[in-house]
């Protein structure tokens, strides 16, 4: 689905309606496609639309592939799942706050434009609740320190014009969420509805293919499509896809005309048919239709192939919303302080390096060249790999003795051969930052620190780390065993060779010492499990301070302010969850426990009742 919709997005931005011959205003998608040439070569709108191409007839085969579906992977057994349910509040606003953590920009240079989308480096979205939030710039910040006040969709589509490095905007970021929904039933006696004034319709219902149209309100406000059987009970689907505006069989008519008009305009600029860009620019915008299957207010269609024969549907729909709007500054994740570029040359097919303005200040004369990251390169042939550094100074390229590896936007990870060894990180003025005598050098998740681990005969399996910043300077003078664990609301638990055990903060300074306690736990919500010598667990919070007593015979780190806990009453153990007071949400008792899932999916098993990450009953 996330496929389809960035195809939709971006690829299929400039479909036409293949009826359609009336001259019409060109339409927003279309219009941005065509600007995104603005500057280019004939040369390089050449390999574009060739590579627009490319993109048309791979979703085809796609389409091809999801109508094989029932062929290939139904088996004739039926399965059920349970019906569909509205999620908490607190599902949305919990899943929205770690989707927006740490969020960032990824910014691609496509001469003389960039594109922007805003995304996470750090924090994978498994929250399939959240629809996509849209940002919007307000004001873009260039490393060069000049700003422009714009807005632009940070979409990963919509050109920007500049190729400057950018390295930070404000964006305005919006979305919103369910909290009161609609269910409304189709089946055969019954094949259309309407909702707020918008057509729902069963377009095809047959075994165990189910697809739907909708008009465009409905498409955008419903939430989960539910194919039931004869006994009204929810099927289990093999394959589910969705797309704004025609069904999926319209839909492969159109992206062939799509694609063949692509073609003809690369056979016309062969032939010499465009005098310039802008000649090209208004050949597309004449040749292709103003409207596109994917404009606004087209609607869309929805299907899928299900693990039984279907019956009906139910489509869930949202009849109230929470709006949300906010600001929000976006790093760039990967900026491009080289500022220079590595372009493929369509006259010569090699690779060299363009400045901002568009000049080859390296000429393309390299067969092959990948980057790395802005400052480092490679290539390779039937002898082996090469590599090299970009040396922004002198202009040019620099072979390197070593073999280099990503590592982050500045740094890479070098080693003698290809086969591995000792690890060193190398920045982009050639400077060891960290010197080439460990087994294996990593960065934390949440702060700006580095592990560079050394591998011992009789020590634990992740070796001892010493720590350093991302300049290179040695945090700790004293290497310690991780074992395993990464920063965790601001602090890392480690021990010594002795076994005791601390909490570093971010620069490498001890700030609790743990000698009281025999076993530990990294901190999650804020607090810190632990074990006293006479194997009772508590919490303590990040100053060091006694939260929660050692009075539990077991515990279970927090989660969503809450945890799960055991004690021994009379010889039985009976279990319960307390939240972050010590105050306890449910009962203690004699019954089985399980925990499945992780943050806010996370759901709590105690006897024959399962309550949420937050603690509550569920129904």
């Known amino acids: 689905m996330q496929y389809m919709k960035r195809i939709s997005c971006i690829a299929l931005a400039v479909a036409l309606l293949a009826a359609c011959k009336m001259k019409t205003e060109p339409s927003e998608e279309l219009k941005a496609f065509v600007k995104q040439f603005d500057g280019k070569t004939l040369a390089a709108a050449k390999d574009e639309l060739q590579k627009e191409s490319e993109r048309i007839d791979h979703f085809i085969k796609f389409l091809s592939r999801m109508a094989e579906d029932k062929e290939n992977d139904y088996t004739g057994k039926e399965d059920t799942v349970a019906p569909y349910q509205l999620k908490p509040v607190d599902v949305f606003t919990s899943g929205y706050a770690a989707y927006l953590e740490n ?41 060069d320190g000049t700003t422009e006040a714009k807005s632009y969709a940070l979409d990963g589509s919509t050109p920007i014009p500049s190729s400057k490095t950018i390295d930070s905007v404000l964006a305005t970021v919006s979305y919103s969420y369910p909290v009161k929904m609609t269910v409304l039933k189709l089946d055969k006696s019954n094949s259309t509805a309407t909702f707020k004034g918008s057509a729902i319709k069963i377009d095809k219902m047959k075994d165990n293919q189910l697809r739907l149209l909708m008009g465009d309100s409905a498409y955008k406000n419903y939430l989960y499509i539910e194919a039931f059987n004869q006994d009204g009970k929810p099927l289990d689907y093999i394959s589910r896809n969705n797309g704004s505006g025609h ?8 992206l062939k005309t799509y694609k063949d008009i692509l073609q ?27 409207g596109t299957p994917f404009d606004a207010g087209r609607g869309g269609y929805t299907q899928g192939y299900y693990k039984g024969k279907v019956a009906g549907v139910r489509v869930y729909m949202a009849e109230a919303r929470v709006e949300v709007k906010k600001k929000l500054m976006l790093k760039n994740l990967s900026p491009n302080y080289a500022s220079l570029y590595l372009v493929k040359d369509t006259k010569s097919d090699q690779y060299g390096f363009m400045d901002a303005g568009g000049k080859f200040v390296i000429q393309p004369v390299y067969k092959e060249m990948t980057a790395i990251n802005p400052f480092f390169f490679s290539s390779s042939d039937y002898n082996g790999y090469y590599y090299y550094r970009l040396d922004t100074a002198a202009r040019q390229l620099v072979k390197l003795d070593l073999v280099a590896k990503e590592f982050s936007p500045q740094l890479v990870l070098v080693m003698k051969n290809e086969e591995g060894g000792l690890k060193g990180l190398m920045d982009g003025k050639g400077k060891m930052v960290i010197p080439m005598v460990y087994d294996d050098i990593m960065k934390d998740e949440k702060e700006p620190v580095l592990y560079a681990n050394k591998s011992e005969p009789d020590g634990p399996l992740q070796g001892i780390c010493s720590l350093y910043d991302y300049q290179g300077q040695l945090l700790t003078s004293t290497p310690y065993y991780t074992n395993g664990n990464t920063y965790s609301d601001g602090l890392l638990l ?7 055990h601390y909490f570093l903060d971010n620069k490498g300074k001890k700030v ?10 990294p901190f999650a919500g804020g607090l810190a499990k632990v074990r006293n010598a006479h194997f009772d667990f508590g919490y303590i919070s990040t100053s060091g301070q006694t939260v929660i007593p050692c009075m539990y015979a077991t515990a279970r780190p927090f989660n969503e302010g809450v945890a799960l806990v055991t004690k021994k009453v009379d010889g039985d153990t009976e279990v319960g969850l307390i939240n972050t007071k010590n105050e306890v949400i449910v009962p203690f008792s004699a019954a089985s426990y399980d925990i499945d899932g992780k943050g806010a999916k996370m759901v709590y098993t105690i006897g024959e009742k399962k309550y949420s990450a937050k603690g509550v009953l569920m129904p």
């Open 512 to 521: 609790i010492d743990l000698k009281e306690y025999q076993d530990v736990e």
């Open 247 to 254: 069904n999926p069989d319209d839909m492969n008519k159109l």
């Open 103 to 143: 969020i960032g920009l990824t910014q691609e240079v496509k001469y003389p434009n960039s594109v922007l989308e805003a995304n996470n480096a750090l924090h994978d979205n498994d929250n399939y609740e959240l629809e996509s939030p849209d940002f919007i710039s307000e004001r873009i910040f260039f490393a």
């Open 494 to 500: 480690v021990y010594d060779k002795n076994g005791h």
């Open 264 to 290: 003809q305009l690369v056979k016309k600029i062969d032939n010499g048919r465009f005098k310039d860009i802008h000649a090209l620019q208004e050949a597309m915008l004449d040749e292709m239709s103003g």
